[in-house]
Nanobody, 125 residues
Framework: VQLVESGGGLVQAGGSLRLSCVASGFTLNRPAIGWFRQAPGKEREAVSCLSTNNDITYVPDFVKGRFTISIDRSKSTVYLQMDNLRPEDTAVYYC???????????????????WGQGTQVTVSS
């Protein structure tokens, strides 16, 4: 299993970014996969998860309406579209999966077993 994130960067508050996670070593038609973030001094938290067997998503309330997770199976890529970004969204964003977990809700509430290297997102005020 390999997950490679990209798309992070510096953006002003109110701006948008789209993160990409290219998955290899498994197919995006069974396990759940998601996006998580960790800000300095804080615990890692889930921001969006997707069940790849039925496309059901789970999005926590604190980013609902601003973050959207999507998938392009032809590119083996999962995206995180982030709109109306805020300074408190500043963090390292990670893609994570668990090949034995099929529920987006469960993945977002438990630790994935496989992680990417992360991509830094910085939102300036």
């Amino acid at each position: 299993v390999q997950l490679v994130e990209s798309g992070g960067g510096l953006v002003q508050a109110g701006g948008s970014l789209r993160l990409s996670c290219v998955a290899s070593g498994f197919t995006l038609n069974r396990p759940a996969i998601g996006w998580f973030r960790q800000a300095p001094g804080k615990e890692r938290e889930a921001v969006s998860c997707l069940s790849t067997n039925n496309d059901i998503t789970y999005v926590p309330d604190f980013v609902k309406g601003r973050f959207t997770i999507s998938i392009d199976r032809s590119k083996s890529t999962v995206y995180l579209q982030m709109d109306n970004l805020r300074p408190e969204d500043t963090a390292v964003y990670y893609c994570g999966t668990d090949l034995g977990q099929f529920s987006s809700y469960a993945l977002c509430h438990r630790n994935p077993t496989d992680w990417g290297q992360g991509t830094q997102v910085t939102v300036s005020s």
